[in-house]
């Protein structure tokens, strides 16, 4: 038999064995968040049936530690054990399980010491949906609203732990949260980062220290492009949700000259085209109305009647706002936004943010 006409099989076995490798992964995650999250219950309620015993906690997570640790080896260090008990005591009111009551009514049920085997069974939903790791980390962003936030980004984007450290490391909560008003930064922490309209998805700067270039060192536009294609995925990272990449360098032409958009995007969240223009220096009025004519070209030859208007962002190293306000329109569909070649410092980003909140509601 020609090993052409087995190729459809073999696909579908190989997306079969793909896909039970991903679910057995995810069912250990669960169950070692589950099993973390029942030891850190435990440890408290020792703690909490005398007072001798919660003033003795620091000699009872020791000697807990070193007695599992002999028994089943390393991940019940007493730092591990407080992780545990913190776990527990953050997120005991959100983790609740939850079953279907016949009348069809959501019943909150908090088992007393189930066995894991329950507490993972059918009857049961259970809210941890990222891995120990991740919580961990989570654990460690005092800001309760920016931790949500991350969260809530990490589970609706499936971002692994170094995405979500990197996202964290960029500043991406604060740098979101400069460009909304008071209600704006609430939804942040209650629902992550949505998508409505064409200003939720511009960032400020856009910080892209993965491309590998030396923010002193001499290059050129078509050397970032390069850096770019050569890092798309996490260039996408970076731009955020629904990005679709089509085309680099896309011409088009009309009186007979020709034209090229650096980097071409489909946001399949808002349905509309992205152009990005990429501008080394500083942001020039010639530079804004050759991204209005871009913009202008695809509305008018390229999006079909159902898709929204096209938007274009020009990423340069400077901006004057003034400027940009001057040349373009109103509501024009069009961004310039700063990038940065290096990881923002959290407490700058946390100060300005700080600093926009004060002038912002007049505090």
């Known amino acids: 038999m020609p090993a052409e006409s087995l190729r459809p099989l073999v696909q579908e076995i190989r997306d079969l064995v793909q896909s039970a490798r991903k679910a057995a992964a995810q069912n250990v995650n669960t169950l070692q968040v589950i099993t973390n999250f029942e030891i850190g219950r435990r440890i408290v309620e020792y703690e909490q049936k005398g007072s001798h015993r919660a003033e003795y906690g620091k000699q009872t997570l020791n000697e807990v530690s070193r007695q599992l640790t002999h028994e089943f080896g390393n991940g019940f260090s007493e730092r591990n054990l407080k992780y545990m008990r913190r776990f527990y005591l ?3 009111e959100m983790a609740l399980p939850i079953a279907q ?3 069809g009514q959501s019943q909150i049920i908090v088992p007393t010491k189930a066995p894991i085997g329950q507490i993972l069974s059918a009857e049961f939903t259970l809210k941890f949906t990222l891995s120990w790791s991740h919580y961990v980390l989570l654990m460690n962003i005092k800001d309760r609203d920016e931790r949500q936030f991350y969260e809530i980004e990490s589970q609706q984007n499936h971002w692994s732990l170094s995405e979500l450290k990197r996202q964290f490391n960029s500043g991406i909560y604060e740098r979101l949260a400069i460009s909304r008003d008071k209600n ?16 939720d998805m511009i960032r400020n700067p856009y ?8 923010e002193q060192a001499h290059y050129s536009e078509s050397d970032l492009e390069s850096a770019i294609i050569n890092k798309l995925e996490t260039f996408l990272l970076e731009l ?11 011409r088009f032409t009309f ?3 020709h034209y090229y958009v650096d ?22 009025h010639a530079d804004l109305g050759q991204m209005q004519m871009y913009v202008n070209y695809y509305d008018r030859e390229v999006k079909l009647g ?22 373009l329109p109103e509501k024009a569909n069009i961004y310039a936004s700063e990038y940065q070649l290096y990881l923002p410092s959290k407490e700058e980003l946390k100060q300005k943010l700080m600093e926009w909140s004060e002038m912002a509601h007049g505090t």
């Open 306 to 327: 159902e898709e929204n208007s096209t938007i274009g962002i020009i990423l340069c190293k400077t901006k004057s706002d003034a400027l940009v306000k001057l040349t």
């Open 240 to 250: 955020g949700k629904g990005f679709l990449f089509e085309a680099r360098q896309k």
């Open 184 to 199: 704006g930064v609430r939804a942040l922490a209650q629902k992550g980062h949505i998508l409505e309209k064409p200003e």
């Open 207 to 214: 910080v892209l220290e993965f491309l590998g270039l030396d």
């Open 263 to 284: 980097l071409v995007f489909y946001n399949r969240i808002l349905r509309c085209y992205v152009l990005i223009d990429l501008k080394i220096g500083k942001i020039t």
């Open 90 to 92: 953050e997120y005991r």
């Open 255 to 257: 009186d007979a000259d």
């Open 101 to 103: 009551t016949r009348s």
